[in-house]
């Protein structure tokens, strides 16, 4: 079976990318064939400095190897570093209605925060089925975020299987039973997001004072008990849903466990299982960011591999299409 998720290169991986997905690449990398690319083309639809971006990917890089993702086990890559990705999506554009990228939830959001409305931004989904498409992969692990535009891969590769014969395969949905949408500390009715400003967000590489004052700010709803309940609490449901992951016990354990507990004194506990989840991360990452030549060829490496399918794939698509 084989898996492929990305991530964009922008900001550090938050606490909601790591339990929505990062995490449970971790996981699969054991059991299943992975892919992982740096999605740098992705990043490009919002405006980013030329001069810093390419050491971004490189600390992208860095980041996903300290949470974990093993490069002897994995296909860890850049985007653009395999041309056949735009080249495929630009095919599927052309066998996608408008319509159907208008509608989408993340376009509708990210247009209505952004001045700038470019193509890419609403050709977004198009290129994330060409990444996911391409590898001709099985399993996609997402955060909840990430569904719709996952439907629209599979329309697409139903899509184009009826106009030119069966291509490609239709890939699946993976979500965390739990932690498939981690919401903002800020705002607990938004997902954690990066674009909503560092309060907002938890970062895996963040110090400990600020885990501590995040954490203890973290907006909670009135009230005493600590209760999983989203509609009703959902600060306090959020707190209980990253408590019990980061614990490996199942959310009415946690809630069983803070039951005489007041919100100050759970805030604390949560504060410090981050604390000790995220320290060796922080640590491995000034490591590895030390050995660029090392993340550097590990990214050399998973470009070659991921470009052998890629081509494979493109060769198929433009016999099929007719354009060779
Ligand atoms: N809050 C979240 N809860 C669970 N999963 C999440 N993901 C993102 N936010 C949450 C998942 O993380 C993976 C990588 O996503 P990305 O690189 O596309 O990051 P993003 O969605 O751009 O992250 P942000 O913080 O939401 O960035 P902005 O604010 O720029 O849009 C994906 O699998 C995603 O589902």
Not at 109 to 124: E, F, H, Q, R
Not at 207 to 214: I, M, Q, T
Request: glycine share 6%; aromatic share 6%.
């Amino acid at each position: 079976m084989r898996v492929l998720s990305g991530i964009q290169p922008t900001g550090e991986i938050h606490l909601g990318n790591y339990l929505g997905a990062v995490k449970r690449w971790v996981e699969l990398q054991n059991t299943h064939e992975c892919l992982f690319p740096i999605v740098d083309l992705h990043a490009l639809t919002q405006s980013q400095n030329p001069k810093t971006f390419r050491s971004q990917v490189m600390e992208k890089a860095a980041e996903l190897l300290a949470l974990g993702v093993n490069p002897e086990t994995s296909v860890l890559f850049i985007q653009s570093s395999v041309r056949e990705h735009t080249e495929l999506a630009w095919i599927f554009n052309t066998i996608t209605p408008v319509g159907e990228l208008e509608r989408m939830t993340q376009f509708k959001d990210k247009s209505a925060k952004s001045k700038n409305i470019n193509m890419g931004l609403m050709d977004y989904p198009v290129l994330m089925a060409a990444d996911i498409l391409l590898y001709q992969t099985d399993l996609v692990p997402v955060g909840q975020d990430q569904t719709q535009h996952l439907e629209l891969t599979r329309e697409t590769a139903r899509r184009f299987n009826s106009l030119y014969g069966k291509t490609f395969k239709e890939p699946k949905g993976l979500l965390a039973k739990e932690g498939a949408k981690i919401m903002s500390l800020k705002d607990p009715s938004k997902k954690m997001s990066k674009s909503d400003g560092p309060s907002s967000y938890l970062s895996m590489f963040e110090d400990a004072l600020s885990v501590k004052k995040k954490v203890m700010a973290a907006v909670t709803d009135t009230g005493k008990n600590i209760q999983y309940d989203p509609n009703k609490k959902p600060g306090i449901s959020n707190l209980l849903t990253i408590y019990a992951i980061l614990k490996g016990v199942s959310i009415l354990k946690a809630e069983s466990q803070f039951a005489d507990a007041d919100y100050s004194s759970f805030k604390k506990a949560v504060a410090d299982l981050l604390l000790t989840t995220i320290e060796p991360f922080a640590k491995k990452k000034q490591e590895l960011l030390s050995r660029e030549l090392y993340v550097q060829e590990i990214l050399e490496r998973g470009g070659q591999h991921a470009s052998s399918i890629a081509q494979g794939t493109m060769q198929n698509v433009r016999s099929k299409v007719g354009l060779s």
